[in-house]
């Protein structure tokens, strides 16, 4: 009888187990993402810790490695290219051979081509739209263009151009010339997608070329303005971003805010794979970036 007791406790043990590592496995890997910031390619050899030339190697080697693995999709971050419109012909094949869906998030530098151009870089980089969100399994990622007031993406004495001098003047702008700002009907835009987000009780990830908190000279010019808009919505999980090479990470009221380090910068590439759990948003990073794991808010 005893020997009988004790085999049951030993198969209501593994069964216990067995039970708990399913429901470990099922809690664990919802879906994974790759993550690029920065790539910055141009045919230029580096200019001190930025090696532009080098770039185009860097991401060929992080689509090998992506192509390894089961990506629900790619998102480079901003600044595919440091300037001249023929570099996209370099890089755009390169990313084309990802096996993963792949998007886009426009930077900066992506519009450092002629001023004739500056319309066509969204189109060149396949995007669907300057600004779009998308669904995975539950999740949605919202893509902001934070070049939509700016200096660098619109034609010198364009009215978008005028405009922001306009905006910088009036708004009494400290941040750099080189950053930019999200126009209004983009943040009408924004509160819509969240608030339907929130309705369909979707978690949100936000990617925007450049970050907003912690306070950094790399800011969107009205960062405050849309850290006060998407802190309305508890279901805001993270903001994740390039633009500032170094890379960075704060949490502020239940929001993570990463910056993924610049791919340009240094001999050695930088990237991450971001693994979406049930509880929490987990960065493998590779080369220069870090191993990084963010707890999700309920
Ligand atoms: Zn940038």
């Not at 151009?117 to 995975?136: A, H, I, N, T």
């Not at 400290?174 to 009907?185: L, M, V």
């Not at 979406?276 to 987990?282: A, E, I, Y």
Request: one cysteine or more; aromatic letters at 12%.
């Amino acid at each position: 009888m005893k020997r009988f007791c004790s085999l049951t406790k030993v198969i209501v043990s593994l069964i216990v187990i067995i039970t708990l590592y399913a429901c470990e496995k099922n809690s664990k890997l919802d879906f994974s993402i790759g993550l690029i910031a920065d790539c910055q390619y141009c045919k230029v050899e580096g200019e001190g810790i930025r090696k532009y030339s080098k770039s185009n190697g860097k991401l060929k080697q992080c689509v090998a490695h992506f192509n390894t693995l089961d990506l629900e999709y790619t998102i480079h971050l901003g600044d595919f290219i440091d300037r001249d419109w023929r570099s996209f012909d370099s890089v755009i094949p390169t990313y084309n051979k990802l096996q993963s869906k792949k998007y886009h998030v426009l930077g900066n530098h992506d519009f450092s081509v002629d001023d004739a151009k500056k319309k066509l870089v969204s189109k060149r980089m396949g995007l669907p739209s300057d600004y779009y969100d998308f669904e995975v399994k539950g999740w949605r990622f919202i893509v902001l263009n934070g070049n939509d007031v700016s200096f660098h993406a619109h034609a010198k004495d364009s009215k978008e151009y005028n405009f922001a001098g306009v905006y910088y003047e009036e708004h009494k702008i400290t941040s750099p010339k080189w950053n930019g700002a999200i126009g209004e009907s983009q943040l009408n835009w924004l509160k819509i997608t969240l608030a339907k987000a929130k309705e369909n009780s979707e978690k949100v990830i936000l990617y925007c070329h450049f970050p907003i908190f912690p306070k950094n000279v790399h800011n969107l010019w009205n960062a405050e303005e849309v850290i006060e808009i998407i802190e309305n919505y508890s279901n805001v999980q993270a903001y994740i971003n390039g633009h500032n090479h170094e890379g960075n990470y704060a949490v502020k009221n239940g929001i993570h805010y990463l910056t993924m380090k610049g791919m340009v910068d240094t001999e050695v590439s930088s990237y991450g794979i971001l693994s979406v759990t049930t509880d929490s948003l987990f960065i493998e990073g590779h080369g220069r970036e870090v191993d990084r794991s963010l707890v999700i808010r309920k």
